[in-house]
């Protein structure tokens, strides 16, 4: 085995071993989707956003996810509750800035929560990520206009202001920090035919961070784990329907064999 895919494993072996809990504060469409999914990767979901409890499930919690897919004022309460006590509490946060570039109520929230609690690691598509860093990118809504790589120059900016790991999501996934450049070429076309699957890769990212405090590292891996999982998952069948389930058998029986066999990890 590689020493890389060694890594990936022992993360991927902490994280059914400890079934760390990982708070989602998300939207509505995705909640099912990215619970069974930090199921079946051996994690613990708390799907919790009400603004009365938002910070004793934070005090408890190993990860914090914060996705504004679906946004109202009691979500965004939440939200701001929820960073603020694992800012407090040095919890790791993974941000998922969902349709932001859309609407000018996205955008402010975005940037409130952003300087409110700095993110340990973002995560988005490219007019998403090239959106919040100040690009004025189109959007489809929530879809990108814009190819993974388009986005790079963005990433770097958006880590460099605000010190964190970026992660682009698209056909080749890049995870930036600082000068550091890891893509990730694992996955497969038929995932963007399922809603959810950016933010699913968001809620695992949040569960690698809740084991590897090398967050840079954690991102790179939960990406892998990913896509290698999408890879699998449309191998058995061809089918928007059935890659749901499949995407979720295999994240639970993944091998090492399978991760160090199928791994397209480059580092620059």
């Known amino acids: 085995m590689s020493p890389?895919?060694?890594?990936?494993?022992?993360?991927?072996?902490?994280i059914r071993?400890?079934?760390p809990l990982v708070h989602n504060?998300?939207?509505?469409?995705?909640?099912?989707?990215?619970?069974?999914?930090?199921?079946?990767?051996g994690a613990s979901p708390a799907m919790v956003h009400a603004p009365e409890e938002v910070e004793d499930f934070v005090s408890i919690s190993s990860s914090l996810?914060?996705?504004?897919?679906?946004l109202d004022d009691h979500f965004v309460t939440g939200m701001t509750l929820a960073m603020r006590r694992a800012k407090e509490l040095g919890k790791p946060i993974v941000f998922d800035p969902v349709g932001v570039g859309a609407t000018a109520y996205r955008n402010q929230v975005s940037q409130d929560l952003l300087t409110l609690a700095t993110p340990t690691v973002i995560r988005g598509n490219a007019s998403e990520i090239m959106a919040l860093a100040g690009l004025n990118a189109q959007t489809k809504g929530v879809d990108s206009l814009f190819g993974s790589d388009a986005a790079l120059d963005a990433a770097r900016r958006l880590?460099?202001?605000?010190?964190?790991?970026?992660?682009?999501?698209?056909?080749?996934?890049?995870?930036?920090?600082?000068?550091?450049?890891a893509s990730v070429a694992n996955g497969h076309s038929l995932m963007t035919k399922v809603t959810g699957m950016g933010c699913t890769a968001t809620a695992l990212t949040g569960?690698?961070?809740?084991?590897?405090?090398?967050y840079f590292q954690a991102a790179t891996h939960a990406m892998a784990?990913?896509?290698?999982?999408?890879?699998?998952a449309a191998e058995k069948k061809l089918a928007p329907g059935s890659l749901?389930?499949?995407?979720?058998?295999a994240l639970y029986t993944l091998t090492e064999s399978e991760i160090d066999d199928r791994l397209k990890l480059t580092w620059s």
């Not at 996810?65 to 679906?70: K, L, P, R, S």
């Not at 569960?207 to 090398?214: C, G, H, K, Q, Y």
């Not at 749901?244 to 058998?249: H, R, S």
């Open 4 to 14: 890389t895919t060694q890594s990936i494993w022992a993360d991927l072996t902490q």
């Open 17 to 19: 071993a400890q079934a």
């Open 25 to 41: 504060i998300t939207n509505f469409v995705v909640m099912n989707n990215t619970a069974n999914a930090l199921l079946a990767l």
């Open 65 to 70: 996810v914060v996705n504004i897919g679906t």
């Open 159 to 181: 880590s460099s202001v605000w010190g964190c790991v970026v992660v682009i999501s698209g056909a080749t996934d890049y995870i930036v920090l600082g000068d550091q450049v």
């Open 207 to 214: 569960a690698f961070a809740a084991v590897n405090t090398n």
């Open 225 to 232: 784990v990913m896509g290698i999982a999408g890879e699998l």
């Open 244 to 249: 749901q389930v499949n995407f979720l058998d």
